[in-house]
Structures are given as structure tokens and as C-alpha cells.
């Protein structure tokens, strides 16, 4: 009698596991548990572009046109200088795009005038799924407003979590050091590293002010995927006359990536990278 029972439930296993129809629901399962995510980076250049003039509505206007729902900005001015009017560029972008939005600003500054708002310049994230935490983090960096900086940690690194339809992942946006000597964007990639969490799923999208072949940059391409799927050049600087790859999304392993191209707008005096990416519910 036992070895009945074991023979019938052996066969019933085996029946299961062969049945083409089984097979085709555990893969419809799969299907289901993906949510395809559009995610953009972009130097937005406080809104000035190419042609040298400011126009955030072009900004908005090239936002929306990519359809992306995660983006990741640099150069993005609140209440800075004259060169943007004093705009809050983050929330007139927001509310223009109806989206949620983070500030990570790298410089905040008394204003001029009293009474003004605080002046403040950095990186941010727009995005059309909710925002459940967000932290602007602090790397190295050699400051652009010291007569003679020294490296040191400061904020503006983005480090935002994001619920896309039960998919939670983590959203990084940086700007690295602009200078020839590579030592503080070194620094900056080790700073990165080590704040960014090895389990989960993670985009980290940027101007890195470095190119893919450049040694600098290779910590951070052994351990994410480049979303550049190498079809064209993939180059963003300068828009006019693009010579470089400098603006990245990069994924962690466990995300699929589907398809990456630069958009071509005059906007900034970058162009923008958008990636349609795969993202697992329950990673």
C-alpha cells in the first residue's frame, strides 16, 4: 500500500512539473510580478540652453515628451541667482508635471536680500510613482564657492526610495567633480559605493563628468549594469555637437534592462539619457 501511495505521488508530480500549461502559468506569474519603469537622467543646466538662453518650460516640455516616469536631474537652481530669475525650479517643474519630487541641494546659501528665501543649488529627483523616504546624502567634494577648497563630505547625493506599483527601488542621483585630475570623482565613486545597498534593487543615474573607458569610473561598471545598450555612440556633451558620454544610468544586477537612448533636445546644454528598465515585485 505504501508503495502505491508513493508511486501515485510520484507520477502526480511528474505530471505537474511536464504539463505545458503549469509551466505557462508559473511564467504568467512571473510576468506579473514585473513593472516596467521608464527612468531619465538629466544636466538640465539650471534651465539654460544651448542657444545660451533660460527657458524652464523647454525643460518641462522635453520631461514630458520622454514620457519617463523616474528622473534624476543636475544643475537644478531654487532661488539661486539672476541667471533663473530666482525660480524654484524643482517646484514649478513639479507642479507643472504633476509629479513628486525630491531636493538634494550640494550649496544652500543665506539669501541676498533678508527675508528672501534661502538660495540653493543641486540635484533632484522627479517621479510619478510615490516617494517613500528620501536623504540627501553627503560624498566628497571640492567646493565650487571656497576660494580654496579642500575635498571634503558634502550633500547632494540623492538616495531616494520609490514605490512603482509594488516595486520598491532605490533612486541615486549624483554629479561628480568637473575637473581633469580624477582624484575627487575617485573618492566620490568610493563614497557612493559604500552608501549604496549591495540587496535590493538600485538605479543610480548621473553626470559623472567621466566616460566609460575612464579608470575612475570602472568601480562603479564591475558592480551595475550600463544601461547603454551600445547601439550609436551614446553621447551627451556637448548638445550641439555631442563628443561624450558623461550622463549614465546605471542598474544593479537583479533589473532588467530593455532599451536606452539619448533624446535630442536644445534645451540644456546636455542631452538627456532615458532607459526602459524591469523591476521585480518583492526584490
Same mark, same amino acid.
Given at each position: 500500500?505504501?508503495?502505491?501511495?508513493?508511486?501515485?505521488?510520484?507520477?502526480?508530480?511528474?505530471?505537474?512539473?511536464?504539463?505545458?500549461?503549469?509551466?505557462?502559468?508559473?511564467?504568467?506569474?512571473?510576468?506579473?510580478?514585473?513593472?516596467?519603469?521608464? +527612468?531619465?537622467?538629466?544636466?538640465?543646466? @539650471?534651465?539654460?540652453?544651448?542657444? !545660451?538662453?533660460?527657458?524652464?518650460?523647454?525643460?518641462?516640455?522635453?520631461?514630458?515628451?520622454?514620457?519617463? %516616469?523616474?528622473?534624476?536631474?543636475?544643475?537644478?537652481? +531654487?532661488?539661486?541667482? $539672476?541667471?533663473?530669475?530666482?525660480?524654484?525650479?524643482?517646484?514649478?517643474?513639479?507642479?507643472?508635471?504633476?509629479?513628486?519630487?525630491?531636493?538634494?541641494?550640494?550649496?544652500?546659501?543665506?539669501?541676498?536680500?533678508?527675508?528672501?528665501?534661502?538660495?540653493?543649488?543641486?540635484?533632484?529627483?522627479? #517621479?510619478?510613482?510615490?516617494?517613500?523616504?528620501? @536623504?540627501?546624502?553627503?560624498?566628497?567634494?571640492?567646493? @565650487?564657492?571656497?576660494?580654496?577648497?579642500?575635498?571634503?563630505? $558634502?550633500?547632494?547625493?540623492?538616495?531616494?526610495?520609490?514605490?512603482?506599483?509594488? $516595486?520598491?527601488?532605490?533612486?541615486?542621483?549624483?554629479?561628480?567633480?568637473?575637473?581633469?585630475?580624477?582624484?575627487?570623482?575617485?573618492?566620490? +565613486?568610493? %563614497?557612493?559605493?559604500?552608501?549604496?545597498?549591495? @540587496?535590493? #534593487?538600485?538605479?543610480? +543615474?548621473?553626470?559623472?563628468?567621466?566616460?566609460?573607458?575612464?579608470?575612475?569610473?570602472?568601480?562603479? &561598471?564591475?558592480?551595475?549594469? %550600463? $544601461?547603454?545598450? !551600445?547601439?550609436? %555612440?551614446?553621447?551627451?556633451?556637448?548638445?550641439?555637437?555631442?563628443?561624450?558620454?558623461?550622463?549614465?544610468?546605471?542598474? #544593479?544586477?537583479?533589473?532588467?534592462?530593455? =532599451?536606452?537612448?539619448?533624446?535630442?533636445?536644445?534645451?540644456?546644454? =546636455?542631452?538627456?539619457?532615458?532607459?526602459?528598465? &524591469?523591476?521585480?515585485?518583492?526584490?
Amino acid at each position: 500500500m505504501k508503495k502505491l501511495v508513493f508511486f501515485w505521488l510520484t507520477a502526480t508530480l511528474f505530471l505537474l512539473l511536464s504539463t505545458p500549461g503549469i509551466a505557462v502559468e508559473a511564467n504568467a506569474s512571473d510576468e506579473a510580478r514585473q513593472v516596467p519603469v521608464r +527612468v531619465m537622467t538629466y544636466n538640465m543646466h @539650471t534651465g539654460i540652453g544651448s542657444d !545660451g538662453s533660460y527657458d524652464l518650460d523647454r525643460i518641462a516640455n522635453t520631461i514630458q515628451a520622454s514620457d519617463a %516616469d523616474v528622473i534624476g536631474l543636475q544643475e537644478v537652481d +531654487v532661488h539661486w541667482a $539672476a541667471r533663473s530669475n530666482f525660480d524654484d525650479q524643482l517646484t514649478e517643474l513639479a507642479e507643472t508635471l504633476n509629479m513628486h519630487s525630491f531636493f538634494a541641494p550640494i550649496y544652500d546659501q543665506d539669501p541676498l536680500t533678508k527675508d528672501e528665501p534661502r538660495r540653493q543649488f543641486g540635484v533632484a529627483v522627479l #517621479s510619478k510613482f510615490p516617494i517613500t523616504s528620501a @536623504t540627501n546624502r553627503e560624498i566628497t567634494r571640492l567646493s @565650487t564657492q571656497d576660494a580654496n577648497p579642500e575635498p571634503a563630505l $558634502a550633500p547632494g547625493f540623492a538616495d531616494v526610495r520609490i514605490n512603482a506599483k509594488g $516595486a520598491h527601488f532605490s533612486f541615486f542621483v549624483t554629479h561628480l567633480d568637473y575637473r581633469a585630475d580624477p582624484f575627487v570623482r575617485e573618492l566620490q +565613486v568610493d %563614497d557612493m559605493l559604500r552608501i549604496i545597498p549591495e @540587496t535590493g #534593487s538600485s538605479v543610480l +543615474v548621473g553626470d559623472m563628468n567621466a566616460g566609460p573607458s575612464d579608470p575612475e569610473l570602472q568601480p562603479l &561598471l564591475n558592480r551595475f549594469q %550600463d $544601461a547603454w545598450n !551600445g547601439a550609436g %555612440d551614446g553621447n551627451t556633451y556637448p548638445a550641439a555637437s555631442p563628443q561624450k558620454r558623461i550622463d549614465f544610468i546605471l542598474a #544593479s544586477q537583479n533589473v532588467k534592462l530593455l =532599451h536606452t537612448e539619448v533624446i535630442q533636445t536644445d534645451a540644456s546644454d =546636455h542631452l538627456p539619457v532615458v532607459s526602459d528598465l &524591469l523591476l521585480t515585485r518583492g526584490n
